[in-house]
């Protein structure tokens, strides 16, 4: 959850600043850009060259910087931030951020910050106690700041009891769980499914498709990123999830994904069918190599189950139904057509008559239709964009 996002780490005047360097590094190691501000006070707890070597950016403790004349910009820095977190906060910058005090660059960053502010407190036990503070925590949680609570134990002074910071393990918790909270699709159950499935002919020989799996693999990893628990159903295909949180079902034959999709779609809030399902199957499997013959071969094909159509079936009111639609003629016809006969809520469609779209390619080209005809044209993207731009439509039709 903290991948990619830009941390501003305030560090104020605590004993407990020396956690801070493992925040730090546990920020870095989830793939978050971290800036480290202290303020003066916390440079007496931790050096700036710690924190700055384990950022892998310069530490800001000033306004200016006295050597070149530079300021700081604290209002740039302000506006960079997806985050401002403040670990430790001590008592004095919470009486501080509460009464809009601003004698030090954290404050200026504090009150120039538009994104979300996070403060875990640490202080001694009556301190922590104090009506002041207490009333300073109100204060801080109508303006909108999010306390993570500190935890009970051992404080510096020799007391027991609250005010102790969250250990950084715990503060990484809090932050992943509280940005995936309100992501769109949090507490959404999504099934997907993607690339081919292989029919077997014999030990050795299948019936397959060209589909490389990439639509369903970049749409699984942005229903994730939008907070969804996902489950992907793939056939066989060389692609992996981006995002770990991704649980994958793999399958070979069209006749697996049924299974694996009747198995998961109950309990699910919507599906999305992107794999390239067999429409036939050999009759019967040899159980041994097939010889070569001397004329002419034929293998005998049934129709495969129309797992998409099954679902549709047995979709409640509630749940979201897509499919997708490869077309090379009377394309909307057609997709209108699979649209009402598979009781889907939207389809998407893809025509091989646009150049970009299509197996195996990196990009693609949609128009989106829904059961209330509303139809809408995508230009050619990549396919991490065109997934984005279906989860949204999923994210537009879930039940909040
Ligand atoms: N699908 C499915 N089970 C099948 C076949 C397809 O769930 N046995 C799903 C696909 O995942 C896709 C949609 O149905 O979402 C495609 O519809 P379909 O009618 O199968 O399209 P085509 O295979 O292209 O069929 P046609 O040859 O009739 O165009």
């Known amino acids: ?29 989830a793939g978050a850009n971290v800036q480290v501000v202290m303020t003066p006070d916390a440079t007496n707890f931790i050096t700036p060259l710690t924190l700055s070597t384990l950022s892998k950016k310069p530490v800001l403790v000033e306004y200016f910087i006295a050597e070149t004349g530079e300021w700081n910009n604290h209002v740039e820095l302000g506006l960079w931030a997806d985050l401002l977190v403040i670990a430790p906060a001590s008592a004095n910058t919470l009486a501080k951020m509460a009464n809009g005090l601003c004698d030090n660059l954290l404050m ?11 403060f875990a407190p640490a202080m001694d036990l009556d301190m922590w106690k104090h009506d002041a503070t207490t009333e ?9 700041n999010i306390l993570i609570p500190p935890g009970s134990g051992e404080l510096a002074s020799g007391l027991h009891g609250e005010g102790r910071m969250a250990e950084p393990e715990e503060i990484i918790a809090f932050l992943s769980s509280d940005i995936k909270k309100k992501l769109p699709l949090a507490n959404k159950k999504i099934l997907v499914s993607a690339g081919p499935t292989y029919e077997a002919i014999d030990p050795v020989r299948f019936i397959g498709n060209h589909s490389s799996g990439k639509m369903g693999f970049a749409i699984a990893d942005q229903l994730a990123l939008m907070g969804a628990d996902v ?56 159980s041994q190599k097939i010889k070569k013959k001397e004329t002419n071969f034929s293998i005998d094909l049934k129709k495969t189950t129309d797992i998409l159509g099954e ?13 997708f639609a490869l077309e090379t003629n009377d394309e909307e016809k057609n997709a209108i057509d699979k649209l009402e006969r598979k009781n889907l809520d939207f389809i998407v469609l893809n025509s091989l008559n646009d150049e970009g779209a299509g197996f195996k390619k990196d990009t693609n080209k ?20 065109v997934a984005r731009d279906i989860c949204l439509k999923i994210a537009e039709l879930i039940t909040p």
Not at 366 to 385: H, M, Q, V
């Open 108 to 118: 200026a960053v504090y009150l120039s910050a538009k994104c979300p502010v996070y």
């Open 311 to 323: 679902l549709g079936k047995l979709k409640s009111s509630k749940q979201v139904l897509a499919g």
């Open 1 to 29: 959850m903290l991948a990619n996002k830009n941390i501003v780490l305030g560090v104020c005047g605590s004993i407990a600043a020396y956690k801070s360097a493992t925040l730090v590094r546990l920020m870095i190691k």
């Open 231 to 286: 489950t992907l159903v793939s056939g066989p295909s060389a692609q992996v999830s981006k995002q770990h949180s991704v649980t994958r079902i793999d399958v070979t034959s069209a006749a697996e994904m049924l299974e694996a999709c009747l198995a998961n779609f109950k309990s699910s809030d919507a599906c999305i069918m992107s794999a390239a399902v067999a429409d036939y199957t050999p009759v019967t499997v040899a």
């Open 136 to 144: 300073n925590i109100s204060r801080l949680q109508s303006f909108g």
């Open 366 to 385: 949609i128009t989106i239709i829904d059961r209330n005809g509303e139809k809408t044209a995508f230009g050619l993207k990549s396919k991490a964009d």
